[in-house]
């Protein structure tokens, strides 16, 4: 009898030893790049005033001309924000936007800013149009979450991490020094890890990313433990830790139902 059929076998063997990728999405999302562009969000400072003093330079800077701002005086007697003027009417209009993050570039006072989320969409253009109410971070610091919008814990942790990378002027020497105001409910971000190895991975977001994305690093960037052999039997692990979590997760919630019957 002619074993040929064995090598249709070839490449589940070849898988099986491979780490799986597949997830449960939304449920579970993948950590995302610490540079990604998402929905801006304005931000700010730790004492709960507005940063935004309604200078206008990010609409101005805008290539696709979808901002629109209006300043005005801060009242005396209750200030929005520190500067003379503070951003009174801010609109970003989603369906133009290329999220290019100028924006954020131009911003003098680090009001706007990215965060990763890219998990919304819209069913009319006045949803698209995002007004300075649903920009401008709650009490607690955090972005609001709209109804059209997947917002998960930790979603809201990482925001605009490459302006945290270097100074305003970009010089490399400045890596890794902080260079920007607190913000409302997270205080100092901390300076996004780069090439000079003074960096703390695991404040700002690289940590899971580095853990997910071993194929697309430089060798010396994968951890240790995630290397070869070792590498495989701590997959091997983690997997088996997995279905064991899920199979006790399925016999309490039989359990449950049992007892509710
Ligand atoms: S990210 Fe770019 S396109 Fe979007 S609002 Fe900012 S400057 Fe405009
Ligand atoms: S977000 Fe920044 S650049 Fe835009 S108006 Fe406010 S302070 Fe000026």
């Keep these: 009898m002619s074993l040929e059929f064995l090598g249709g076998f070839k490449l589940t063997f070849e898988h099986l030893g491979r780490r799986r990728v597949t997830r449960q999405y939304p449920d579970e999302k993948m950590p995302k790049q610490p540079r990604q562009h998402g929905r801006h969000v304005l931000n700010r400072y730790e004492d709960g005033m507005e940063k935004c003093i309604g200078c206008e330079l990010c609409a101005g800077v805008c290539p696709a001309d979808c901002i629109y701002v209006r300043g005005l005086d801060n009242p005396p007697d209750h200030p929005v924000s520190p500067g003379e003027r503070y951003g009174y009417i801010y609109e970003i209009n989603y369906l133009r936007c290329i999220h290019c993050d100028l924006c ?3 911003c003098p006072t680090e009001a706007i800013t990215e965060s990763k989320l890219f998990e919304f969409s819209f069913v009319n253009r006045a949803d698209a149009i995002y007004t300075r109410d649903e ?9 609001k979450a709209l109804a059209w919008e997947d917002w998960r814990e930790g979603d809201d942790l990482h925001t605009s991490g490459w302006m945290r990378a270097t100074a305003p002027s970009g010089a ?7 260079h920007w105001s607190g913000e409302l409910g997270y205080g100092v971000r901390a300076p996004e890890g780069g ?5 703390d991975d695991a404040r700002t977001g690289m940590m899971p990313l580095r853990d997910v994305m071993e194929a697309h690093l ?3 960037d994968i951890p240790i433990e995630h290397r070869g052999i070792r590498g495989k039997m701590l997959r091997a692990q983690e997997s088996a830790q997995k279905k064991r979590a899920k199979l006790t997760a399925a016999r309490r919630r039989r359990a449950e139902a049992k007892a509710h019957r």
């Design 172 to 178: 490399a020497a400045y890596e890794g020094e902080v």
């Design 104 to 106: 954020v570039e131009a």
């Design 195 to 199: 090439q000079s190895g003074r960096r």
């Design 135 to 143: 920009l401008l971070v709650d009490d607690a610091g955090k972005p």
């Design 218 to 220: 430089v060798p010396d």
